[in-house]
């Protein structure tokens, strides 16, 4: 399984942009990237997901490098409720497998 | 909120007795996974399922079974429970294709 490499944690101030970014320099040509993140003592949450375009929703924006070989997502503007670990997942086309990483913890300070 | 629903959300047990943990879905979704979460660690993936009697072992599978009989249920086995195995478990569940999963709430394992 092709693997993702994140930050340990970020900080961010309140109501300002957020970066979050993952290396998979080993993705292949039929691998999607998926972001989830968890809030503390609740179960991981979908946030985006995309293939090779940039992708938007009401939670976020992703942004794929045009080698694929890094993903930057973004939240547009932080709030507390944003604090949570972030996770980058690579998943084959195919369904089958989701393998986590260690992610990064986003702290957001008032 | 996606149809997921685990049971128990609390157990404590003895170690060296048996432990099922279930899984129930009401989306009919092709994909099932078991993950454990440790204090301080990410989650990592026990077994999953992709289809009726269909499962494949995940990164941390020793000690633990599934079955899979039907769709909508998906049961975790610790056949002899260990202090080892105390961890928070989540069940989620994933369409056809390349979806979004969602997850269900965590059940607390205590193994005393």
């Known amino acids: 399984d092709a693997k993702t490499t994140q930050p340990n944690s970020m900080e961010s101030n309140e109501e300002e942009p957020v970066h979050l970014p993952c290396n998979h320099s080993?993705?292949?040509?039929?691998?999607?990237i998926h972001w989830y993140r968890q809030l503390p003592s609740q179960g991981p949450e979908y946030v985006i997901h995309g293939l090779t375009s940039n992708v938007n929703n009401r939670m976020a924006s992703l942004a794929i490098a045009e080698d694929r070989k890094s993903s930057t997502l973004i939240l547009h503007r932080a709030t507390l409720r944003d604090a949570a670990v972030y996770y980058c997942?690579?998943?084959?086309?195919?369904?089958?497998?989701?393998?986590f990483g260690a992610g990064t913890i986003l702290r957001v300070k008032s | 909120d996606a149809g997921i629903t685990q049971s128990p959300r609390h157990k404590v047990t003895e170690t060296g007795t048996p432990v099922t943990l279930r899984c129930h879905q009401t989306?009919?979704?092709?994909?099932m996974y078991w993950y454990r979460q440790d204090p301080g660690h990410g989650l990592r993936l026990i077994h999953y399922s992709y289809g009726v009697k269909d499962t494949d072992k995940g990164e941390v599978s020793d000690g633990y079974s599934v079955s899979r009989s039907k769709t909508e249920d998906f049961l975790l086995t610790l056949e002899s429970a260990t202090s080892s195995q105390t961890s928070v478990y989540f069940c989620?569940?994933?369409?056809?294709?390349?979806?979004?999963?969602?997850f269900g709430q965590g059940t607390r394992l205590t193994v005393v």
């Open positions: 989306e009919n979704h092709r994909y």
């Open positions: 997942i690579l998943s084959m086309e195919y369904g089958n497998k989701l393998v």
């Open positions: 080993t993705i292949s040509g039929t691998d999607y």
């Open positions: 989620a569940i994933r369409g056809q294709g390349n979806t979004e999963a969602f």
